[in-house]
């Protein structure tokens, strides 16, 4: 008894609809009573009008019991059992009862797969698919026009019966005639026996094709045998370049390695010098990035000492009268210009400062004193015109700020007020 056969036993019993649930256990020891009450059973199962002995008290009654049993078995399901084992009532039984349920489960799933297929074509019975049918409606028409054609041909053989009827009742009537029938059979059985002749001819044919072939074979295989020899031979004996061909084998070997190697550093230094140019590339930008900062710096620092120095300028030609200067005179007197950026005449020494009137000591003095220091204003002019085409020079292509003309940045003269006169 195996653990596989009981347990397919177990399942198989509960699949039939066994009332009783049936233990691995059960079949430990011997337990007649349960292997007669499934044998019953399972007899009922197969043929339900059977008639089988079911009293079991006594051992002459169990010895009739499973005799009645196995004959049953084998006159109706062909299904042969070993008594001994049955009457065991033990694992062994289990092996002899496992024949009748699996031919009875087997039953049953072929019933249930009929089922299936049975519903299915139900369902398929309601789906109608014209692509499917197209063959059978060809068929049908085909089979239509034939129909009609052979009940044409029909009609008109049952025209002629008439006159068929007469010959065919005057053929019957007519006696047979014996040497023409020796005729005929004799003509039959010569050509019979030429069809004897080709065939035996055919098979006289085969027979020394099959003798043709057979020697074809035997040519091969000698054939074969002879190259593998040679083969053998081949491969034994050892070439004269092979000692040769072993140490440029070697050679090579050490060849690639170098190569490995120095690819391998070839890459190992592309990969730096990338490297190094990303670096460069980086310093770079950030050279370019801090430049251009510090030429905007310079640039906002440049406007805003323009726009002090405006304002300085605004701040000290605004000087206030003399308290004791006499109104006549100040009719007279011209109004005085405003010293700005724009009113400075462009030249050397073309600037002009001072009043209307006379005294010509002073005027000589004012005009040394101006010339001085337009001299002196001039040269600071070209020193920062120079700081300028140097700041020039750095910015490059960036667009320029305004600055200041020539001598734009000079403070305004006090001295040169008309008060002093």
Do not use: C
Not at 87 to 102: C, F, H, N, P, R
Not at 140 to 163: H, M, P
Not at 207 to 228: H, M, Y
Not at 269 to 279: A, D, F, G, P, T
């Amino acid at each position: 008894m195996s653990f596989r056969d009981l347990r397919n036993f177990t399942e198989m019993m509960r699949a039939l609809g066994y009332p009783r649930l049936i233990s691995m256990e059960n079949f430990r020891t011997p337990n007649f009573s349960l292997v007669a009450e499934i044998l019953k059973w399972l007899v009922k199962r197969y043929e339900p009008q059977s008639d089988v002995p079911t009293d079991v008290d006594t051992e002459a009654d169990r010895i009739f019991f499973i005799k009645a049993v196995a004959q049953f078995m084998a006159t109706k399901a062909h299904i042969k059992l070993n008594t001994k084992r049955l009457y065991q009532a033990d694992g062994y039984a289990v092996k002899e009862m496992l024949k009748i349920t699996s031919v009875l489960y087997s039953a049953m799933k072929t019933k249930q797969m009929a089922l299936g297929d049975k519903v299915e074509q139900d369902n398929s019975k309601f789906k109608f698919d014209l692509g499917s049918r197209i063959s059978d409606l060809k068929a049908a028409r085909q089979l239509a026009s034939e129909v009609t054609s052979k009940g044409a041909s029909l009609y008109d053989l049952l025209g002629k019966e008439v006159d068929l009827r007469e010959m065919r009742s005057a053929a019957i009537a007519r006696p047979l005639e014996i040497n023409e029938t020796e005729k005929a059979l004799r003509a039959a059985i010569k050509e019979v026996l030429k069809s004897v002749d080709k065939t035996k001819d055919m098979l006289n044919n085969v027979v020394s094709d099959e003798a043709t072939l057979d020697g074809k074979i035997e040519k091969k295989k000698q054939e074969l045998e002879r190259n593998r020899k040679r083969l053998q031979t081949l491969q034994s004996v050892r070439p004269a370049f092979m000692d040769e061909y072993e140490k440029i084998e070697e050679d090579l070997q050490k060849h690639y390695e170098t190569y490995v190697e120095k690819f391998r550093n070839l890459s190992f230094l592309e990969s730096q010098l990338n490297e190094y140019h990303r670096l460069e590339q980086e310093r770079f930008e950030e050279a370019e990035n801090t430049l251009r900062l510090m030429q905007n710096k310079l640039r906002e620092e440049e406007r805003e000492l323009m726009k002090s120095s405006l304002k300085d300028e605004d701040s000290d030609i605004d000087v206030p009268e003399d308290e004791g200067s006499d109104s006549d005179m100040e009719e007279l007197r011209p109004a005085k210009p405003h010293l700005t950026r724009n009113g400075l005449m462009t030249g050397r020494g073309a600037r002009f400062i001072g009043n209307m009137q006379g005294g010509d000591s002073d005027e000589t003095e004012d005009s040394e004193i101006d010339v001085d220091e337009d001299d002196e204003e001039d040269d600071e002019g070209e020193e920062e015109e120079s700081k300028d085409l140097e700041d020039d020079s750095l910015e490059g292509p960036i667009s320029r700020g305004p600055r200041p003309s020539r001598g734009g940045m000079r403070p305004p003269l006090l001295e040169e007020s008309d008060n002093d006169f």
